[in-house]
Structure formats: structure tokens, C-alpha cells
């Protein structure tokens, strides 16, 4: 059994988009156990499940759609999800600026709620690194590193990005003008530091199974703050994806995020 206490309404339907992979499968079985109701499902490859022949018709017969499919499907399923005035939940990842922007157009529509991660605890870590962030002075470096399982193609993670705009945020600063992710192919900076100051360095590292480590650390001089979360089961995602899926089903058209779940 479940031992997270369920925080959803009595009763939603919900539409799996990437109901084959991975974390599709992790989340009909949280469904399942807490007794929601799967409207029906389609995988990457289109494959179906249930009665639904396309994702038009799915969103038309579910409350709320949960999408961890590919990023080229997005819009498609924004589209689908505007059409029948359905909200979504997004947790797919490596998403560009034009899927951003595409979700903003979605959110005046129909609620949105989308994710780089749905666990609680990684959403509470963030929340720590920004304050962190804050508090710490410039002098403080920061790197952020993460490993995930062979077969994820997108690096940094959602969730290294996610982490790395909060400590920007608590800077003060866009993450784009502090990133570093490949500090090999750029060579040393100019001066005698091997690296820039106030810079927010990236590493990923990908094998085996693992479902998802990551762990911000605050190198001072004389000094170090380590600041990690490790996914142990693809489970923590599904149940705050459900979770999630709850709480959105019948809010007013926006953009949310996973902390304004956490705030009710």
C-alpha cells in the first residue's frame, strides 16, 4: 500500500499521456491504489489504453490529463487540452523556450500545472537552496550535480535546472547568465581562478538505474554546505504527479506549480 496519505479530491478522472514508460506505469499503479480513476491512456508510440482512440478524445473525457510524454508532443497536447477545456499537468522534461511560451498561451485557457519535478522532497530542497542562496554571499561557489539512470537523453535534469534557478533566484539573478555546463569545451577563464566567480556549474552523470540523485553544494573557503535529495523508487513522482492532478482538476485557467500545492 500507498503510505503517503492521499490529498486529492473524492473523485477525478484522469488522462495518462505516457501511459507505457516508465513513470506511466508508476503512476496507474498510485492510481490504482488510491482508487482514481484512470479515464484511459496514451503511450509515446500512440499506443492506447482504454477506450479512447486519440488524445482529443481522451482530454474530452477526463478532468485533468497528466503529461510525461516527449517534449515534441506537447503541443499536441496543449492543443487537445485548450479544445476541450481540460487542465493538464505537465512533468515532462527538456523542454525549450517555445514549449515554455506555449504553456503560458495554454494557461489562459485552462489551469496548467506544469513541473520539472512532482516529488515533494525535491520541491522542498529547492525552496532550501534558494534560501541558501540568499543568505550566502557571493564568495560562496555554487555547483550542482546529478545522476540519473542510462537512458535519459536530456542533461542537465529538469530537476538540476529546477534547483539552479533557485539558487540564481536567490542571487538575484537569471540562471541563464550564471550557468555553466561544460566548462571543458570553453577552456579556463581569463586570471588565475580555473573559475568564474558567482558562476553556477552543472554536472550529469548517467548510468545504471538510477531513478534520480541530485545534491547542490555551497563551497566557501574553509568551508562546505551540501544540500542533496535521492530518489530511492520512480514511485515519489507518480504519487505527487497524482497528487497534483488532484488539486488542479477544477481550478481557474493559469499557470501553477508544484508549490502552490504545497502553500493549501
Known amino acids: 500500500m500507498d503510505p503517503t496519505p492521499a490529498a486529492t479530491p473524492p473523485a477525478f478522472r484522469l488522462g495518462l499521456l505516457g501511459a507505457g514508460g516508465r513513470m506511466g506505469q508508476a503512476i496507474l499503479a498510485v492510481a490504482a491504489d488510491r482508487g482514481v480513476v484512470v479515464a484511459g491512456g496514451i503511450g509515446r508510440d500512440g499506443a492506447v489504453i482504454g477506450p479512447h482512440a486519440d488524445v482529443a478524445a481522451l482530454a474530452a473525457a477526463c478532468d485533468v490529463l497528466v503529461d510525461f510524454s516527449t517534449p515534441a508532443a506537447l503541443a499536441?497536447?496543449?492543443?487537445?487540452?485548450?479544445?476541450?477545456g481540460t487542465a493538464i499537468v505537465i512533468g515532462t522534461t527538456g523542454l525549450s523556450a517555445a514549449d515554455h511560451a506555449a504553456i503560458d498561451a495554454a494557461a489562459r485557457t485552462i489551469p496548467v500545472l506544469q513541473a520539472a519535478n512532482t516529488a515533494l522532497g525535491v520541491n522542498i530542497l529547492a525552496w532550501l537552496?534558494?534560501?541558501?542562496?540568499?543568505?550566502?554571499g557571493p564568495d560562496w561557489d555554487i555547483e550542482i550535480v546529478e545522476m540519473h539512470h542510462r537512458h535519459k537523453r536530456d542533461a542537465p535534469s529538469g530537476t538540476a535546472l529546477l534547483l539552479g534557478t533557485a539558487a540564481a533566484t536567490g542571487r538575484g539573478a537569471a540562471l541563464a547568465d550564471l550557468s555553466r555546463?561544460?566548462?571543458?569545451?570553453?577552456?579556463?577563464?581569463?586570471g588565475p581562478s580555473a573559475r568564474e566567480d558567482g558562476t553556477i556549474g552543472f554536472a550529469a552523470l548517467r548510468g545504471g538505474s538510477v531513478a534520480g540523485d541530485h545534491q547542490v553544494v555551497f563551497a566557501g573557503d574553509g568551508e562546505r554546505i551540501e544540500l542533496g535529495h535521492r530518489a530511492e523508487s520512480r514511485a515519489i513522482f507518480a504519487r505527487g504527479a497524482v497528487r497534483a492532478a488532484g488539486w488542479l482538476a477544477g481550478r481557474a485557467p493559469g499557470r501553477y506549480a508544484m508549490p502552490d500545492i504545497f502553500a493549501d
Open 181 to 190: 555546463c561544460d566548462r571543458a569545451a570553453a577552456g579556463p577563464p581569463p
Open 129 to 136: 537552496v534558494e534560501q541558501a542562496a540568499t543568505r550566502l
Open 76 to 84: 499536441g497536447n496543449l492543443a487537445a487540452a485548450c479544445a476541450a
